[in-house]
């Protein structure tokens, strides 16, 4: 049974090898002899998930792994369309939990998987020198009639040295033997072959990082978070005081954002309604954090405030005032957002705030059904992820130019003056929105700053393309640009050029 342990070892780690090697020459080929290194990590992403679907039987026979494995190769695409530092540490905590699934036997809740993520990555960058000390071991117990490494050295040795002074020998005797000897000479050094190196051990390492699962063998163990909290001061008087106190306070707050944001309230002398609205967005939004916190301490399962009607009607009152409070975070945003122009900042801003509300409303109904601390940290991060996969596809800074071009100032009379810089800034996002913008009819000298500005990204975008920058977006992108534009592509005249500070300077 030893034996044939041992047999299955060498069998499985034959493949594993075997399926690291090719993602290995794979890398090779695209990133250094084709010289690309951005579309082309969604192909790594693909090799790194078919190599653990074909050498890791365990995945293939857990459903939970495969559904992990399922979100890798999404992420993978999204690497392919669009690469982003987000869609990359998406794709490694999708394959990094396919590798470990197999050997858990329940799932748990985010703070497990974030220690088994964690040990696993650090494990793993030592993951070939440990596999090594393991394989030596087996070879050291293996039976003595087995032919090993050290019997067929002092086999060979005898051979081999009376052959090279024969041979040298006869190179000495017959010119055409030592021309022949003469041809066989060691290749120049090269010295892109280090770099090269180092860059297939790397390949090597992420592949074996997803071929060998690590995970630690003790978890630090979610905190209970049920039952009275033992702090000074808490009790369910003062909880209930507290609770009755914040609802009114936030009252007040939501009745004047609205009054105000509605403008069925002036404001007062000095105070714009952009300054109104960008003063306030962000610390309302920290308030409506530190009520959660508060709520998740003061109203935990199993505690005599969780379990009075009156302080459950007001900590479901208080948290529908949050969700208010959120959603008039939001509506300041967006009423700076038509004052300013939208930007990339602002939609993760508002996206954050959602993302908040989400979480608030998770609270609750914590408490309202008895749910664990676990199952909250996992709702969350469901709802987070979900957001996160939907960005991942979704070119932010395309939504910011295309909605700045269609609302500027120059345009429908309203909102922001349009804000040539930014757009530059955005680079091949404001590509499309900028060729919409000069099909309009633009005056002088904004329509020629325009044409220009289009121009440079277009002309950037097809470099960058040629440098080694491919992306299935990119293609995508130059494409419709040249479709659209036509002969707008041509160098413009003397004097247009993209903005370096505002268009009518």
């Not at 039987?57 to 992990?68: N, Y």
């Not at 978890?219 to 033992?230: E, F, N, Q, R, S």
């Not at 702090?231 to 954002?257: K, Y």
């Not at 309202?368 to 199952?375: N, P, R, Y």
Request: with cysteine.
């Amino acid at each position: 049974m030893a034996l044939l342990g041992k047999t299955r070892w060498h069998g499985s780690l034959a493949l594993k090898l075997a399926m690291a090697a090719l993602v290995v020459m794979l890398g090779d080929l695209v990133f250094w002899q084709w010289s690309q290194a951005m579309g082309v990590q969604g192909l790594f992403g693909f090799a790194l998930v078919a190599a653990l679907f074909a050498a890791r039987p365990a995945v293939r026979q857990d459903k939970r792994a495969l559904i992990a494995l399922a979100f890798a190769a999404l992420y993978a695409a999204a690497q392919l369309w669009d690469p982003s530092p987000l869609a990359f540490a998406l794709f490694w905590i999708a394959i990094g939990t396919a590798t470990i699934l197999p050997g858990v036997a329940r799932f748990g809740d985010g703070w497990g998987w974030f220690q088994r993520l964690i040990v696993h990555g650090f494990k793993a960058l030592v993951g070939p020198l440990i596999d090594l000390n393991i394989l030596g071991k087996v070879r050291r117990k293996r039976p003595a009639g087995q032919t090993g490494l050290r019997r067929v050295i002092p086999l060979i040795a005898l051979p081999l040295a009376g052959g090279a002074v024969f041979v040298t020998l006869f190179a000495q005797a017959n010119p055409v033997i030592a021309e022949l000897l003469a041809r066989l000479s060691l290749p120049a050094f090269d010295w892109e072959l280090l770099p090269r190196l180092i860059l297939c051990g790397l390949f090597f390492v992420m592949a074996w990082v997803v071929l060998r699962a690590r995970p630690p063998r003790r978890l630090a163990a979610t905190l209970d978070a049920t039952g009275d909290v033992a702090l000074p001061g808490f009790s369910l008087g003062s909880i209930t005081l507290s609770l009755i106190l914040f609802n009114a306070l936030f009252a007040v707050q939501n009745l004047m954002d609205f009054a105000y944001l509605s403008s069925l309230i002036a404001l007062p002398p000095g105070i714009t309604l952009a300054d109104y609205a960008h003063r306030g967005a962000y610390p309302l939004v920290a308030t409506a954090l530190l009520a959660a916190l508060f709520v998740l301490v003061t109203s935990r399962p199993g505690s005599s405030t969780a379990a009075s009607p009156l302080v459950r009607r007001l900590v479901a009152g208080w948290i529908a005032q949050n969700v208010v409070l959120v959603l008039s975070a939001a509506w300041r945003t967006w009423d700076y957002v038509e004052a300013y122009s939208l930007t990339t900042l602002r939609i993760s801003a508002l996206l954050w705030m959602g993302l908040v509300a989400a979480g608030l409303i998770l609270v609750l109904v914590r408490m309202l059904q008895a749910k664990s601390l676990g199952w909250l940290i996992n709702a969350n991060l469901a709802s987070a992820g979900l957001l996160l996969t939907a960005v991942c596809f979704i070119d932010l800074g395309a939504v910011s130019a295309s909605w700045n071009v269609r609302h500027a100032r120059e345009i429908d009379g309203d909102g922001a003056q349009l804000d040539l810089c930014y757009l530059n800034e955005l680079g091949g996002s404001a590509l499309l929105p900028l060729i919409e913008l000069e099909g309009r009819n633009l005056a002088e000298p904004l329509k020629g700053h325009v044409r220009a500005t289009r121009h440079y990204l277009f002309e950037r975008l097809k470099h960058q393309r040629d440098d080694g920058g491919w992306t299935l977006l990119l293609d995508t992108r130059l494409a419709q640009a040249t479709r659209l534009s036509g002969s707008q592509s041509q160098t413009p005249p003397a004097g247009e050029r993209p903005c370096y500070g505002s268009y009518d300077d």
